[in-house]
């Protein structure tokens, strides 16, 4: 289990905590949303979970982050990379800019790894295949589109099979057919043991998740199962968007009518 | 009022995607529309020809009635506003205020006015107290914020808005949807690309849905998400809005968006 216990995060030269006492645990495979509004802390706490808060952005960190009960704040990198990796917003600013193709691109972290070369290929193969771009595999990762980009960058992460997975917004430039196909290989990943915490604003991807945890103004706000904090009228004030299905009853109950015309939810 | 025009387009990249195949598409002046399609349909592509940042490798494209092919990217960059997808690829300003007063200033508005447009737009979008910082030290989503900020700051009567909801939160993409709707009534032309359908039925009237290079529908936002339209939108990689979903289970024909299923709700209470 990664826990933060207690996690204050200040950014260097920031007159202020970006994050403020944040308790969170990531347990093998489970999925763990993160909601909040814009400015919420929701990257930066991405960043801290990951690790590359402060060890590669600088900054303060107090409080005590632990993996499996072994305390990783005095741990390199290079080792915290074996077991955490991270996905950030935006796709493009991730790609090696060595790969010359979205096949090398995703074969490059499990190569860094030091895995074997089969298990590379057929790890890399695999990615590849969960999130629909093999037709993509000769291609220049440079000269994709926004979101054919985010989708190399997240198959380059699956195919690393990290312990603990931190997602910042992996769905937000992907469209319906590919947003599906990502939350499913998310859900996969957990399935395989994988501890998955993933950032983000669109609604649909709650449905990957085990619980959702709520930050506002770096602190976690509630945490809990996915339908039980998004059924709370509170979240709208939150700047989190409700799902369609529960916006739509209160928009009938303000418009004086009986919200249950809407039927049972499909 | 401006007109954009392409006719028959085609545009290879050089390593032989053909990202564009044949587009014939007329934007009317002072409507919006947006260009919707799964990822790596062409939709940036398009974009990219309005103010010639790409040129089409055959057909034409036209803003206002004049060839774009004879006219330079810093001139077209005077009729069309184009709002990048990556706000890294676009910003450079050492803060947000210079940033947003950079387009107006080389277009020869005075600093007074400039600084005006500046306070405004920042205010509007929620950057009214970041003008001092600098880019670098906002989150990714304030970037995205001030870069959609200093596109309209040029006040060209063409905007072209590539996925500028993407990773804002609730309140940022209201935002956003006021400010697609004002431009409108104030004669603008606005194209919007985004893969969030509800904001592109709540924001505009007419959609058009690219799949791999072509357009496969085009229509008002009632016609295109209307379920005998979803095999052919599911077809292009994308599904109807929620709400669209929900209207049909409900048997009340296309509602595209939240308030035209409680309009017909409403007016089934009505006759009952």
Same mark, same amino acid.
């Given at each position: 289990m990664l826990r933060l216990a207690g996690v204050s995060y200040r950014y260097p030269g920031?007159? &202020?905590?970006?994050? &403020?006492a944040v308790d969170l645990e990531l347990y093998p495979g489970t999925v763990t949303g993160l909601a909040g509004a814009e400015q919420a802390g929701k990257s930066t706490l991405c960043l801290v979970a990951g690790g590359l808060a402060p060890r590669v952005v600088g900054g303060t960190v107090n409080g005590e982050i632990d993996i499996d009960g072994q305390d990783t704040r005095d741990w390199p990198m290079h080792r915290l990379a074996d077991l955490v990796v991270t996905g950030l917003q935006d796709p493009g600013g991730q790609l090696s800019l060595i790969a010359e193709t979205v096949f090398g691109e995703v074969a490059f972290g499990p190569a860094n790894l030091g895995l074997p070369y089969d298990e590379v290929v057929s790890s890399a193969e695999e990615a590849l295949r969960l999130v629909g771009i093999e037709h993509l595999r000769a291609h220049d990762p440079t000269r994709l589109s926004g979101g054919q980009q985010q989708l190399v960058v997240i198959a380059g992460l699956l195919a690393m099979r990290p312990r603990y997975l931190v997602l910042d917004e992996p769905v937000a430039h992907l469209d319906a057919a590919s947003a599906k196909l990502v939350l499913t290989a998310i859900r996969a990943a957990a399935t395989a043991g994988t501890a998955v915490l993933m950032a983000e604003q669109r609604p649909e991807a709650w449905t990957a998740c085990d619980a959702v945890a709520v930050l506002g103004h770096g602190n976690i706000l509630a945490t809990g199962a996915p339908d039980e904090i998004l059924s709370n009228p509170r979240i709208t004030t939150l700047g989190i968007e409700e799902p369609a299905e529960v916006r739509l009853r209160r928009r009938l109950s303000e418009a004086g009518l009986d919200p249950e015309l809407m039927g049972s939810a499909s | 009022m401006t007109e954009v025009r392409l006719e028959a387009v085609d545009f290879t990249y050089p390593d032989g995607t053909r990202a564009l195949d044949g587009v014939d598409l007329v934007v009317p002046a002072g409507s919006a529309l947006a260009l919707v399609g799964a990822n790596g349909s062409g939709k940036t592509t398009l974009a990219r020809h309005l103010n010639g940042l790409l040129r089409p490798s055959s057909g034409r494209v036209a803003v206002d009635g004049i060839d774009a092919a004879e006219r330079t990217v810093a001139q077209l960059a005077r009729s069309v506003g184009l709002c990048f997808q990556r706000p890294d690829r676009q910003i450079f300003g050492r803060t947000v205020r210079d940033e947003i007063e950079f387009g107006p200033r080389h277009q020869g508005v005075s600093s007074e006015d400039a600084f005006g447009r500046v306070k405004a737009l920042a205010s509007r979008l929620g950057l009214g107290e970041d003008l001092g910082a600098h880019p670098d030290d906002l989150g990714d989503t304030r970037r995205k914020l001030l870069t959609i900020a200093s596109v309209l700051a040029m006040e060209t009567p063409v905007f072209v808005l590539d996925e500028p909801t993407t990773g804002l939160d609730a309140r940022g993409v209201d935002r956003i949807e006021h400010i697609v709707r004002e431009l409108v009534e104030a004669g603008r032309t606005v194209i919007g690309i985004s893969h969030d359908m509800r904001f592109v039925a709540e924001t505009f009237e007419r959609v058009v849905v690219l799949d791999r290079g072509r357009i496969v529908l085009d229509g008002t936002t009632e016609e295109v998400f209307a379920e005998d339209r979803w095999p052919a939108l599911r077809g292009a990689g994308l599904e109807p809005p929620e709400a669209a979903v929900i209207g049909t289970r409900l048997g009340l024909g296309s509602t595209p968006t939240e308030a035209a299923i409680v309009g017909a709700l409403t007016s089934r209470a009505a006759r009952r």
């Open positions: 920031a007159g &202020h905590e970006t994050l &403020h | -």
